[in-house]
């Protein structure tokens, strides 16, 4: 086989820009983004993520992954039928949420894909590097901790039928091995294609769960989609995280697809991970979310460092900030 041959797409005549080697292809730039669309659509009916009809709240920040599917989810959208919501949390981390933010409305308004902005320091008067000052909390966890809360609280008050998240294969399958290696394995159940909803809380899902990190990263730079340049100052990546990914990539380029057989094979066994877990989820005596004990985990902190809770005040206003998306 010569050179050329090499280069040529499978599907046509045209310069192949990759190589898939678990599906056996070689693309162009045209049916790379055709096929990584397709993969999105699939995903979408082969787990049910999203149906016809529906209204759906993207999380959007800035990176790579999350701009890749918001783009492919505003093209497919017209085929399966649902409507896009994009939402941006701007926690006031430094210069580097200023410039997140300007992308996402930037990106949204080409897109005509409407988008709700939450600005922590206007619900709390605080931004994120104050919080990890105060609290002396490690500012990954805090950061999960809002934006889980705040993600959740969006989903209620805009009363869409699913939260969608860019989570793409390889951080699934990262954090899928590092709790099995812990024995974690009820977290497993929540790193799925999807997780169902529980009582007030939105359902979440996760069409990119078949789309590796290099395909996402890949469909950005061919489309010239816009993303935030650098990354998160606070970000830091565990030692074990590094490790499994390391061992996964490892595997992957001597077993091609074994990743894809890996993530169907925890969708398929799902509930074998929910064995045993109990389901005592009540709601917090001051913002009425749910929670497994009496006080959620936002009204906690936000007491502690604030003085107060502030999840029934935060409530009220993302209620008003969402009143005209519904």
């Known amino acids: 086989m010569s050179s050329e041959e090499v280069l040529k797409c499978s599907l046509c005549s045209e310069p192949a820009i990759t190589n898939i080697r678990y599906a056996k292809l070689r693309l162009c730039k045209k049916h790379f983004i055709e096929y990584i669309q397709n993969k999105v659509f699939k995903t979408i009916k082969r787990y049910e993520l999203i149906k016809n009809g529906w209204r759906v709240l993207v999380a959007v920040s800035g990176g790579r992954d999350s701009i890749a599917l918001l783009h492919i989810l505003s093209v497919i959208s017209k085929q399966l039928d649902f409507n896009v919501l994009a939402l941006h949390l701007d926690l006031g981390i430094?210069?580097?949420?200023?410039?997140?933010?300007?992308?996402?409305?930037?990106?949204?308004?080409?897109l005509e894909v409407p988008l709700i902005v939450v600005d922590l320091k206007e619900l709390l008067g605080v931004r994120l590097p104050d919080l990890v000052i105060r609290s002396r909390r490690p500012a990954c966890s805090l950061c999960g901790?809002?934006?889980?809360?705040?993600?959740?609280?969006?989903?209620?008050?805009?009363?869409?039928n699913v939260v969608v998240l860019g989570h793409h294969l390889d951080d699934l399958l990262t954090y899928v091995m590092k709790n099995f290696l812990l024995q974690k394995l009820n977290d497993i159940s929540?790193?799925?294609?999807?997780?169902?909803?529980?009582?007030?809380?939105?359902?979440?899902?996760?069409?990119?769960?078949?789309?590796?990190?290099?395909?996402?990263?890949?469909?950005?730079?061919?489309?010239?989609?816009?993303?935030?340049?650098?990354?998160?100052?606070?970000?830091?990546?565990?030692?074990?995280?590094?490790?499994?990914?390391?061992?996964?990539?490892?595997?992957?380029?001597r077993n091609p697809g074994i990743k894809i057989a890996l993530a169907r094979g925890i969708a398929k066994n799902i509930e074998f991970y929910k064995v045993?877990?109990?389901?005592?989820?009540?709601?917090?005596?001051?913002?009425?979310?749910?929670?497994?004990?009496?006080?959620?985990?936002?009204?906690?902190?936000?007491?502690?460092?604030?003085?107060?809770?502030?999840?029934?005040?935060?409530?009220?206003?993302?209620?008003?900030?969402?009143?005209?998306?519904?």
Do not use: H, W
């Open 190 to 253: 929540k790193l799925g294609p999807k997780t169902e909803s529980e009582g007030p809380l939105v359902g979440r899902v996760r069409p990119l769960y078949e789309v590796s990190g290099n395909e996402t990263s890949l469909y950005v730079s061919i489309q010239g989609l816009p993303v935030v340049d650098g990354v998160c100052p606070y970000k830091v990546v565990g030692s074990i995280e590094g490790e499994v990914r390391k061992f996964l990539d490892s595997i992957e380029g």
């Open 276 to 326: 045993g877990l109990r389901s005592n989820v009540g709601t917090c005596r001051y913002c009425g979310m749910p929670t497994s004990g009496d006080v959620c985990a936002f009204c906690k902190l936000t007491e502690k460092v604030l003085g107060s809770s502030m999840g029934p005040i935060v409530r009220s206003k993302i209620k008003e900030v969402v009143s005209s998306y519904r």
């Open 145 to 160: 901790l809002l934006k889980r809360y705040l993600i959740n609280v969006v989903g209620i008050e805009s009363k869409v």
């Open 94 to 110: 430094t210069d580097y949420s200023r410039r997140a933010r300007e992308v996402v409305e930037s990106f949204c308004r080409s």
